[in-house]
């Protein structure tokens, strides 16, 4: 890595919102809160700025929210319309470098370094960004420009909402210094109360704290904080970075030890899985399953594969394997969650047992996701995803709730 | 109980059980080895609940009796004892007390009602030469799936029939079928049996301390196999489930035949093999007229080919496969003699097998890999 990087770090404003705004206009300037049945027991996926004003943000339980904020405009939200418009401002994301890696939904960094002679600088380029995905999708975004994907990060909060912040090359500490240490990605619950009691509140005096006593007190973590603190990226920037793993888990509206429901949505969030591993063109060696009970007591399990996969079905029979060896019979189930790890390019190995199975099976998911391309995730779903006697559209329990 | 025995024959038995006593102390008595002297013999016995073995050894028997001894201990105190006589003998509180020359030992045991009661041995019903089970055991084991999930692959079949012999094992990507015309004795039906992958490791090795002129007698009950061979005894229990229908997937068309001087082919696999992609470990073998050449190349280390001549008049093709997938066959197949390698085409699983073999019809079956 050089000192004369050039990443910019684009965060979509509101982006759950936004869109909403934009499919019917008569939301705009109203407090919107996105997210789970404002009776329920889920959370905030999204809310609009006006909502914000009244002390309401993203993962605050719902009915927080809804004291807060009683008038705002509560919406289950439209996941599939996200995933649309997230794609679209994804491409125009590449349309200014090819190294563009979506972290989320609804942010991502780009890698400008040696664009200079195609965009000019990093805030000519950024600003050009901004208005592009204004022009072709009417959202907004705010961008951080800088030398590393961190202060990037940081600088594209601080733009927030609509705005463009360009860190010059060599201002990276002195620009972090005044900030309060929270703002630092990595800096959480466990660690804050430690550093204040050290006196540490800002990352200037993170800073000042100096490396020596830094590692003295959290070994590997203190040369971390340290070399964080100075606005440098930890890991170099990898081009295109494949995910290290993808899941995928849902929180009931109520919790349920009904078995039936239980497999429903194990299938359903091995279909979401697959999908999502046949997008990155990858195959997983090791199936996991997350199980977390009313009393909140959470397990994970997982089982590895003798030959990697990206099907549906595969996924599933694996996953419930797991669920019936950890599951008692009766205990209720707030949260189930499925993930595909060991993530592999593709599958070398032809299968002996199940070689015309196998050709079939791949004909199946290529038109399943050709469907799903064309009309959105809902369009065609196995039957044991489904609810019985109800439409796919109709599906009230698994909405998508929380951000990716 | 009381009793001595000289410790080589003692060291031998404890070496055959130790590949039983479960590792896991989950259930600690478990970890120990079930000792019995009765009359003029000791009996030892070791399971992990899976599999069970025992053996009896003639012994000087003071007073009979039974304990439990921490197996991992013993073994480790038998290896460093002289050649000598060592004493047993039980005390109070399951303590047992070893006395060997000048060295003595008082081992902490647990009591014997703690150890899991092994099943009765059914009476045999067929009766094998040990040579046939251990050809057929060595050349199928490492086809075995290790993966949990397909666990009717845990296992090797066992196909018994009055006049002929089968073992066959696959894990998905590779099958192994061996065949024999063998009397099998007392038989009277055919008899098809799963047996998991460790108890053929640990029969292997009883079968190899009779010897190849033994025999070993088979018998089954609704949950457990016994094998008798050479006064051992390994009990294991019964893999139930749905071996796949194996002979749909046996080639029948494939036409393209090389014959390769099999010790020239492993050395080369071998050689080339060291520069194949780490994780799909993946080479590519390319038939040409005369010509037989093997290729692999990483992306970190760079590539290699080695060209051996065969009398190959076909057309040309090519194919990839996992490097060692053909290493574990050529290992088995003993030193010398060709094999024969028949292929259809890229996509479809070649044949490897012995140009000539004795006792046995074996054919080694691989799917390619995508080059």
Request: charged share 25%.
């Given at each position: ?79 599939e319309?996200?995933?649309?418009y ?15 890696e ?17 965009h ?17 999708t009417?959202?907004?975004?705010s ?35 005044p ?32 490396l ?17 603190a100075?606005?440098k ?16 888990e849902?929180?009931?509206?109520e ?14 969030l ?8 046949r ?13 977390r ?17 990206h099907?549906?079905?595969?996924i ?19 949260l ?8 592999e ?21 290529e038109?399943?996701?050709?469907l799903?391309?064309?009309f ?21 329990t ?7 | ?92 509180n ?8 000048r ?182 073998v ?53 094999v ?32």
């Open positions: 890595m050089t000192a004369t990087q050039s990443i910019l770090h684009v965060d979509m404003d509101a982006f759950f919102v936004s869109v909403e705004e934009i499919e019917d206009p008569s939301l705009k300037g109203k407090a919107v809160i996105v997210g789970a049945d404002p009776d329920g027991r889920g959370v905030v996926a999204a809310a609009s700025y006006e909502a914000r004003k009244f002390g309401v943000h993203s993962a605050m339980p719902i009915r927080t929210a809804k004291k807060l904020c009683p008038n705002a405009v509560f919406l289950r939200g439209h996941y319309k996200y995933r649309q997230s794609e679209k401002v994804g491409r125009i994301f590449e349309s200014f470098t090819p190294q563009v979506m972290v989320s939904i609804d942010e991502a960094y780009l890698d400008l370094t040696g664009t200079e002679r195609l000019g600088g990093p805030l000519r380029a950024a600003d050009r960004l901004v208005r592009s995905v204004k022009e072709r009417g959202l907004n975004c961008v951080g420009a800088s030398t590393s994907r961190l202060v990037s990060k940081i600088a594209s909060d601080q733009a927030k909402p609509h705005g463009l912040l360009w860190i010059l090359p060599g201002y990276e500490a002195r620009f972090l210094a900030l309060p240490i929270r703002r630092m990605p990595g800096i959480g619950k466990v660690t804050e109360p430690e550093l204040l009691s050290l006196g540490i509140s800002s990352i200037g005096d993170l800073q000042h704290f100096g020596g006593h830094l590692r003295e007190r959290f070994g590997k973590y203190g040369e971390w904080l340290y070399r964080k100075l606005g990226d930890i890991e170099a920037y990898a081009y295109s970075e494949e995910p290290k793993s993808i899941s995928h849902t929180t009931f509206d919790d349920t030890a009904d078995a039936e429901e239980l497999e429903r949505t194990l299938s359903w091995s279909e979401r899985v697959a999908l999502r591993l997008e990155h063109g990858l195959f997983a060696r090791t199936i996991g399953l997350k199980l009970n009313a009393a909140f007591k959470t397990i994970t399990r997982d089982v590895s594969l003798g030959e990697p996969t099907f549906d079905s595969v599933f029979e694996n996953a419930l394997r797991l669920f019936e060896g950890s599951w008692n019979p009766g205990d209720k189930i707030r189930v969650g499925v993930r595909a790890m060991n993530l390019r593709a599958s070398f190995q032809w299968g002996l047992l199940d070689a015309g199975e196998r050709a079939k099976r791949e004909r199946a998911v038109a399943v996701d050709k799903r391309a064309k959105g995730f809902e369009a065609i779903q196995v039957a044991r995803s489904l609810e019985p006697g109800c439409e796919p559209k109709a599906r009230k698994r909405r998508f709730l929380g951000r990716e | 109980m009381e009793f001595s025995v000289d410790r080589d024959s003692l060291l031998k038995e404890l070496s055959l059980t130790q590949g039983v006593v479960e590792r896991k102390t989950t259930i600690p008595i478990l970890a120990n080895l079930l000792i019995e002297a009765v009359e003029s013999t000791v009996r030892i016995s070791a399971t992990d609940l899976e599999l069970a073995v025992s053996s009896s050894f003639p012994a000087k028997v003071k007073q009979s009796g039974s304990g439990t001894i921490p197996a991992k201990r013993l073994l480790e105190i038998a290896r460093t004892l002289p050649a000598a006589d060592v004493r047993f003998k039980l005390l109070e399951h303590w047992v007390q070893l006395n060997c020359q060295s003595s030992f008082k081992l902490v045991g647990m009591a014997r009602d703690n150890f899991p009661a092994l099943p009765a041995v059914p009476k045999t019903i067929a009766t094998l030469p040990c040579r046939v089970l251990t050809g057929m055991i060595n050349r199928t084991i490492f086809s075995i799936s290790n993966e949990e999930s397909r666990y009717t692959l845990n296992g090797a079949l066992l196909v018994l029939k009055p006049e002929s012999v089968a073992m066959v094992a696959t894990d998905g990507h590779r099958l192994s079928l061996v065949e024999g015309d063998v009397e099998v004795g007392g038989l009277k039906n055919e008899l098809h049996v799963l047996i998991p992958k460790k108890a053929m490791g640990e029969l292997v090795k009883l079968l190899a301390e009779a010897g190849e002129e033994a025999t070993v007698e088979f018998s089954k009950d609704e949950n457990h196999l016994y094998f008798s061979v050479g006064g051992r005894l390994l009990v294991s229990r019964v893999l139930t489930g749905q071996f796949p229908n194996y002979d749909a997937v046996l080639p029948r068309e494939n036409k393209r035949v090389v014959e390769l001087d099999k010790d020239q082919f492993t050395a080369a696999v071998r050689r080339v093999a060291l520069l194949a992609d780490e994780r799909s470990r993946a080479i590519k390319q038939l040409d007229s005369g010509k037989l050449e093997v290729y692999s190349s990483s992306g970190d280390y760079g590539e290699a080919n080695e060209a051996i001549e065969v009398k190959y008049t076909d057309s040309p093709m090519q194919i990839g496969f996992n490097y060692q997938y053909l290493l574990d066959f050529l290992g088995v197949i003993g030193e010398g003699g060709s024969r390698m028949e292929l259809k085409d890229e996509q479809s699983a070649g044949q490897l097998r012995p140009a000539d073999e004795k006792i046995f019809r074996y054919r080694y079956i691989v799917m390619p890999m995508r080059i």
